[in-house]
Structures are given as C-alpha cells and as structure tokens.
C-alpha cells in the first residue's frame, strides 16, 4: 500500500489542525456524517483531513481552510467509510492486485483482506511474496494473509508448490501480512495434525488473526475446529450455519461472489433472529472481472444486504468497522473518526448506493465511476509466465472413459453443480456403453469432466462426469483456473473439442478458452500463473464477458457458470470434486471410485 505515515507520528499535525492552529490539507464541507460507532447519521458535519488521516469530525471546519486546502462541498451528501472487503482471492478477478484494485476503486472499495492462495499453489512462497510486494504499492490498503493450505487436502491433490509451518512463520515477518489464510483443512486440524496446528501457532504468536473455512457446522467436530483458533468462517450458506458460527465465537463472513449468494439466507439471523450485527461481516470470496466492472464490488454486497432487509447502516458497519475490528485495525480504518486512515466516500443515497465520490489516504482516488490514480509499475517475473507444463498435446482418446469389461451399461458417480452455491451434489446415474466406452447422456444433462496435470508435466488426465452446465452441443470449455490445484479443467460434450480446447490452453500459456465443434469460440488469456492477467480491467472484463456468452451460446444458462466450472476441483468443500488422483469423496475425503461397486 501506498506509504501512510503511523498514527503517532502525524498526531501532532492532526491536533494542530483539529485545534484550528493549522490548515488541513483537506476539507469536506457540510456531508451527512454517516457514523459506524455510534450507528447514525449526523447531518451538518465537515470532515478535516491531514497526511492522509482524518484529523477532525465536526461543525464549522472553516479555520481549517488554509490557500493550499483542497475543500470538497458535500452539498448535504452522505459521508460513509471506505468500503472494506473482508476475505478475497484477487486472483478470481483474472486480475493482478494493481488492476484489481484500479477495477474496484471506483466501486467505494479502499481495503481488502486477500489470500493468494491460488498462487501459492502454483509458484509457492515467492508467488505470495509477490503477491505481498504488489499489495504493498496499490493507492488503497491492501492487506495480505498467508495462505494456510497448500495443498488444501494433502494426499487427495498434488499441487505445484507445497506450504508448511516454517513458510507460515516466515510470512509473518513480513510487513503486511495480516494473518493466516483460511485453514481449509479442517479434518487435519480436528485430527491434531502438528502442520496444520503448527501453521496457527505461528500465527497466534505473531498476534494475528487465522482465517477459517468449515463447509459446514452440521460436520462432525465443529467446536473442536473452532478450538484450534480459526476466527471466521464465509463457507456458510444457511441461517443456521451463521448462528452456529457467531455462538462459538467466531465472525460469520457473509459473502456475495460471482457466483455465490450467501447473504440472503443468512442475513436473517440478524434481521429475525435478532443476533449481535457485531459478529458479521460482509465479503466478496470470488469475483471475477466482468462483475467488478459491470456490476461492483463491495458497494454491490452492501446494496444486496440492504434488499434482502438488512438496515443501511447495519450494512455499512458489516462492511467497515466490524472488518476493521476482526483484523485489530479498528484504531486504523473502517470508520470516519480522528485519527483514522482518511478512507470513505460520497454518496447521494444509503440505499442504492451511487459511489460518487472515493477518498483513500486522504486523496481523491475516483469519481463517479472514474478511477483517477494511475497503474503501479510491477513486474512479474518471466518464470510466473510459464506455468502450463503440460507433458505432450492431447488427443480425444485422453478423454475416453473405457467400461468395465463386457458392461452395456454402467452406474456412475456424477458431480452435480449447484448454481450460485460452492457446494456441489454426488449423484449417480445410469450411463450407455458405446464401443466399450462410456458415454455421457445429453438428455439427462450428464457431460465429461476431465482434470489435465499442469504442474509437474506428468502427462495423466483423470477422467469423470459432472451435470449441471445444460451444454446442448458439441463443445468444450477449458479452464486452468482449478481451485485449489489449479491443475487444468476441461468440460465438455465431445471429446474432440476437450483435446482441441486442452492443447490451445497450452499454448497460451494458461487461461480460460471454449470450444465448439472444432472451432475456437472466446478465449481469456491469463499467463500469469495460468490465473491472472495485467491487462486493463476492461479489456479483462470484455474477454471474460465473451467467454460467458460463448458458454451460454453452447446451452450454459447457469448464473456464472464459469466459476462453478473453476472450482470442480476444490476438495474441500463438500460432496464430490475431481483431481489429480481420482474422483474425491469429500463428505468422507477419501479417494471413490468413478463406477457404484467397484
């Protein structure tokens, strides 16, 4: 993050300025002081600003205008606070951190709590590095949490870097780490493993915070998670997995992604259960670019809190304060009070939430719609472009999935997605035998699914079935945005276009591409890590939005299809997922066999 001097270093100036026996560098003049402490609205206030912090809350600033002040007239306008994300992967927005945060900052966005998990399973701990050094330069605050889980389910996937307790303890050395990823490896954690316990040790003797991921309380073991340390959770997606979350003592993370719409089921603990709001905080998880340029970030979760009942300024401190707070930040940002980083925003209406006006460290950073500071130089190295390690190109008869000998027809486990969830369902289904191989049953909306090693080169594709997509033609849509592997994914109805979309993936170095009966439809080229791009937002954004309408033109009428399709491979997160090593049992995280009884 851009350098903003510590708080007791500049309180001098601050109290000069509040005392009215200095000029502010800043002032904004007659807003609707929007107050997350207090819970109101304080119409009538100036806002003074000094070396980027807010250094005065109150009626009449005028002593603080000096010739040099820059004065902002408000006009009666709401004063919110920087709109913070609490738990986010940058690399879901095809984005690297510097783009993402030019994609957001027009959206009211000035902090967010990324994990780079998804790099750290393709280039390791100097991927996070990286990531980390990037973070550090952005306009906003960027605060990074070590990844916890690579890989996130050791001995069901194999990822192209491993992680372990020493890289943990090293990482929280570094000046803007703000704590440990989510620790998806729950069963481990239960179990006592010492890697994982060893990963939250680390962590807790830094004093910060560690981020948790358990698909769901009904699980067995729960409380004994939650005595391991992780202080949150954003895998919920009922009611009651957010009251059992906050009854044990943790933050329930409420999210709205591309692809998951979380809050609404769970919001009503809040608005009919009548829970502390205290305890919630509002998250994005995964967005990818087309959604942060054409529909918002953190600005489109509060709106949708708000329609789902939520009151607005409960909203506003689910997505201020209370993250400020989970992160022991809350004497640094989150709310417009003295002292704080000057991070917040104008806006005409607490309800639609027009971003019209954004401040970050005491500069205008955007304005109605309109980022104003320019890109920061980062360069990724030439290594982190050369991640797709594919043994040879492939062919259709990779994706052949031969029948058991002498079957006509076979029972086979299918993944079944479940739209706008992260969960999927393990199904099974009576499938046709052709030639001696299996075929999958357009009717029943039953496709192949193939997982393509990508890190070591080996040259093994695991083959499957997965139902959900509708495709209604001969297609193929490849992605090697994998999580949590990020091996490459291929889903298609002709095993023609897996091989033609698989190999052209190769090519490009990593990305997102879909193919139609031999014919390239849209492709995103990602080539850092196979997962990010430093193209402009938009130019991301239109790549991604074609993919989206290639998939739809192919019968993919699911809501964000893609991101269902990248996460097929997230073995932790329940019931049936693919990877590298077979087709996995996540409700019991064994390996199962693809055929019933066998």
Same mark, same amino acid.
């Given at each position: 993050?851009?350098d903003?001097?510590?708080w007791?270093d500049?309180?001098?100036a601050l109290?000069?300025v509040a005392?009215?026996?200095?000029?502010?560098?800043?002032?904004i003049?007659?807003?609707a002081?929007?107050?997350?402490?207090?819970?109101e609205?304080?119409p009538?206030?100036?806002i003074?600003?000094?070396?980027?912090?807010?250094?005065?809350?109150?009626?009449?600033a005028?002593?603080?205008?000096?010739?040099?002040?820059?004065?902002?007239?408000a006009g009666?306008r709401f004063?919110?606070?920087?709109?913070?994300?609490g738990h986010?992967?940058v690399?879901?927005?095809?984005?690297?951190?510097?783009?993402?945060?030019?994609a957001?900052?027009?959206?009211g966005?000035t902090?967010m709590?990324?994990?780079?998990?998804e790099?750290?399973?393709?280039?390791?701990?100097?991927?996070v590095?990286?990531?980390?050094?990037?973070?550090?330069?952005q306009?906003i605050?960027v605060y990074?949490?070590?990844p916890?889980?690579?890989?996130?389910?050791?001995?069901l996937?194999?990822?192209g870097a491993?992680?372990g307790?020493a890289d943990?303890a090293e990482?929280?050395?570094?000046?803007?780490?703000?704590?440990?990823?989510?620790?998806?490896?729950y069963?481990?954690?239960?179990a006592?493993?010492?890697s994982?316990?060893?990963?939250?040790?680390?962590t807790?003797r830094?004093?910060?915070?560690?981020?948790?991921?358990y698909a769901?309380?009904?699980?067995?073991?729960?409380?004994?998670y939650?005595a391991?340390?992780p202080?949150?959770?954003?895998?919920?997606t009922?009611?009651?997995?957010?009251?059992?979350?906050?009854r044990q003592g943790?933050r329930?993370?409420?999210r709205?992604?591309?692809?998951w719409?979380d809050?609404k089921a769970q919001i009503t603990a809040?608005?009919?259960?009548?829970?502390?709001?205290r305890?919630?905080v509002?998250?994005?998880?995964?967005c990818?670019s087309?959604?942060l340029?054409?529909?918002?970030h953190?600005?489109?979760?509060v709106?949708?809190?708000?329609?789902c009942?939520?009151?607005?300024?409960?909203?506003l401190?689910?997505?201020?304060?209370n993250?400020a707070?989970h992160?022991?930040?809350e004497?640094?940002?989150?709310?417009?009070?003295?002292?704080?980083?000057?991070?917040c925003?104008?806006t005409?209406?607490l309800?639609?939430?027009?971003?019209?006006?954004?401040?970050?460290?005491g500069?205008i950073?955007?304005?109605?719609?309109?980022?104003?500071v320019?890109?920061?130089s980062f360069?990724?190295?030439?290594a982190?472009?050369?991640?797709v390690?594919?043994?040879r190109?492939?062919?259709?008869?990779d994706?052949e999935?031969?029948?058991?000998?002498g079957?006509?027809?076979v029972?086979?486990?299918?993944?079944?997605?479940?739209?706008n969830q992260a969960p999927?369902k393990?199904?099974? %289904?009576e499938l046709? #035998? @052709?030639d !001696?191989? =299996?075929e $999958?049953?357009?009717a029943?909306?039953? /496709?192949?699914i +193939?997982l393509?090693e990508?890190?070591? %080169?080996t040259?093994? #594709? @695991?083959? !499957?079935f =997965?139902? $959900?997509?509708?495709y209604a033609?001969? /297609?193929?849509? +490849?992605?090697?945005v994998?999580?949590?592997?990020h091996h490459m994914i291929?889903? !298609?109805t002709?095993?023609?276009?897996m091989?033609l979309?698989?190999?052209?993936?190769?090519?490009?170095?990593?990305?997102v591409?879909?193919?139609?009966?031999?014919r390239?439809?849209a492709s995103v080229?990602?080539?850092?890590?196979?997962?990010?791009?430093?193209?402009?937002?938009?130019?991301?954004?239109?790549a991604?939005?074609?993919m989206v309408?290639?998939?739809r033109?192919?019968g993919?009428?699911v809501?964000?299809?893609?991101?269902?399709?990248?996460?097929l491979?997230?073995v932790?997160?329940?019931e049936?997922?693919?990877?590298?090593?077979?087709?996995?049992?996540?409700?019991?995280?064994?390996k199962t066999e693809?055929?019933v009884?066998r």
């Amino acid at each position: 993050m851009t350098d903003i001097r510590p708080w007791p270093d500049v309180a001098p100036a601050l109290v000069e300025v509040a005392a009215r026996r200095a000029p502010a560098d800043m002032v904004i003049r007659n807003c609707a002081w929007v107050n997350v402490h207090s819970r109101e609205v304080i119409p009538g206030t100036d806002i003074a600003i000094k070396s980027g912090r807010f250094a005065y809350c109150g009626p009449d600033a005028g002593p603080m205008i000096g010739p040099d002040t820059r004065v902002i007239e408000a006009g009666g306008r709401f004063l919110i606070p920087g709109l913070c994300d609490g738990h986010m992967h940058v690399e879901s927005g095809m984005l690297t951190v510097g783009q993402f945060a030019r994609a957001v900052i027009p959206h009211g966005t000035t902090t967010m709590f990324v994990d780079p998990h998804e790099v750290a399973n393709v280039l390791g701990l100097q991927g996070v590095r990286l990531m980390h050094d990037e973070a550090r330069i952005q306009p906003i605050n960027v605060y990074v949490q070590m990844p916890s889980c690579a890989p996130s389910a050791p001995g069901l996937e194999t990822t192209g870097a491993e992680l372990g307790p020493a890289d943990v303890a090293e990482a929280m050395l570094w000046p803007n780490i703000i704590g440990l990823g989510e620790m998806m490896n729950y069963p481990a954690v239960v179990a006592g493993d010492a890697s994982m316990l060893g990963e939250i040790a680390a962590t807790q003797r830094a004093g910060k915070v560690v981020g948790g991921h358990y698909a769901s309380p009904d699980l067995t073991d729960f409380p004994a998670y939650v005595a391991a340390g992780p202080a949150d959770d954003h895998e919920g997606t009922r009611e009651s997995d957010a009251i059992a979350r906050v009854r044990q003592g943790m933050r329930a993370m409420l999210r709205l992604g591309s692809a998951w719409y979380d809050v609404k089921a769970q919001i009503t603990a809040v608005t009919e259960k009548g829970l502390d709001p205290r305890n919630f905080v509002l998250c994005t998880d995964d967005c990818h670019s087309g959604t942060l340029v054409n529909e918002g970030h953190m600005n489109r979760v509060v709106r949708h809190a708000i329609a789902c009942g939520l009151d607005p300024l409960v909203a506003l401190q689910m997505a201020t304060i209370n993250t400020a707070t989970h992160f022991g930040l809350e004497r640094e940002l989150g709310s417009i009070t003295p002292g704080r980083r000057a991070d917040c925003v104008l806006t005409s209406d607490l309800v639609t939430l027009p971003i019209e006006t954004v401040v970050a460290h005491g500069e205008i950073v955007a304005e109605r719609g309109v980022c104003l500071v320019p890109p920061t130089s980062f360069a990724w190295p030439e290594a982190s472009r050369r991640t797709v390690n594919m043994a040879r190109d492939l062919d259709a008869a990779d994706f052949e999935i031969a029948a058991p000998a002498g079957a006509n027809r076979v029972r086979a486990r299918v993944i079944g997605v479940v739209e706008n969830q992260a969960p999927t369902k393990a199904l099974e %289904a009576e499938l046709e #035998v @052709t030639d !001696g191989l =299996v075929e $999958g049953d357009a009717a029943a909306d039953i /496709c192949q699914i +193939a997982l393509v090693e990508r890190h070591r %080169a080996t040259g093994h #594709v @695991t083959n !499957g079935f =997965v139902s $959900g997509f509708r495709y209604a033609v001969p /297609c193929a849509v +490849a992605s090697t945005v994998a999580h949590d592997s990020h091996h490459m994914i291929v889903v !298609g109805t002709s095993r023609a276009d897996m091989a033609l979309a698989a190999n052209h993936l190769r090519a490009l170095g990593g990305g997102v591409t879909v193919w139609r009966e031999g014919r390239e439809l849209a492709s995103v080229p990602l080539p850092i890590a196979g997962l990010m791009s430093d193209a402009a937002p938009r130019e991301v954004a239109a790549a991604a939005e074609a993919m989206v309408t290639a998939m739809r033109d192919c019968g993919c009428d699911v809501n964000n299809a893609y991101m269902q399709h990248s996460l097929l491979a997230l073995v932790v997160i329940p019931e049936l997922r693919i990877s590298d090593l077979g087709l996995i049992d996540v409700t019991r995280f064994e390996k199962t066999e693809l055929f019933v009884g066998r």
